[in-house]
């Protein structure tokens, strides 16, 4: 797309909806390979939306980003969301898209272990996906999320009151999200030092669910 202000938000917004049912799929293809080995799978499960034109717009607006340049530097347009039951998993999950060669890797932010200042956890990448249009391919940038189930509890509860706050949280209030951070953060240390305890259970239960059909 050439540099100029989007007329035809279904066509420009078409490409970053395929790149993210492709990749959903193509994620829940690695789950399925693992669990079809039987063994713990990193994944589990994985989410994806495309930014509607209000939100692109409004994030234009507040970063001040040119609108003939939205492509560009917009990263978030399309985002998929990886959920993993351990930290480990995390980083096995960010060793697996390292290894591919279906897409490009522009940037990587590990706020996992060098978490915002806010409490936020999380590993993000920024991908340069080709979608195969019918006329063309169209290189797409898609941003990644990689967190536990904690991480995402804290993480969206945060969201909404960002989004109702406008970021400008009351000190209690502020206080109090980087305890429930850290508390997570904890939450999650201690599933991890019994992890192997809790794949063996999931992996039991799994058996006799599989015995009882």
Not at 123 to 142: A, D, F, G, T
């Amino acid at each position: 797309m050439e540099n100029k202000e989007v007329e035809n938000w279904d066509s420009f917004l078409a490409p970053y909806e395929q790149a993210v049912e492709e990749l959903k799929v193509k994620l829940k293809g690695i789950r399925k390979q693992y669990r079809d080995e039987n063994v713990h799978a990193p994944i589990e499960f994985i989410t994806g939306r495309v930014k509607k034109k209000e939100s692109i717009l409004e994030k234009a607006e507040v970063r001040d980003i040119d609108l003939t340049r939205l492509e560009q530097d917009v990263q978030d347009i399309a985002g998929l969301r990886i959920m993993c039951q351990f930290v480990e998993d995390i980083h096995e999950v960010v060793r697996l898209l390292r290894a591919r060669n279906d897409f490009e890797i522009i940037i990587e932010r590990d706020y996992v272990t060098h978490k915002k200042e806010s409490g936020y956890r999380s590993y993000h990448m920024v991908i340069e996906y080709p979608v195969q249009r019918i006329y063309e391919e169209k290189k797409i940038l898609v941003e990644i999320q990689i967190r536990t189930l904690a991480m995402n509890f804290w993480a969206t509860i945060e969201h909404s009151l960002n989004y109702k706050y406008r970021g400008e949280y009351p000190e209690e209030l502020h206080d109090r999200l980087i305890r429930a951070a850290e508390a997570a953060f904890r939450l999650d240390e201690e599933m991890s030092e019994i992890r192997e305890e809790i794949k063996d259970a999931q992996r039991y239960f799994s058996d006799k669910r599989d015995d009882s059909r």
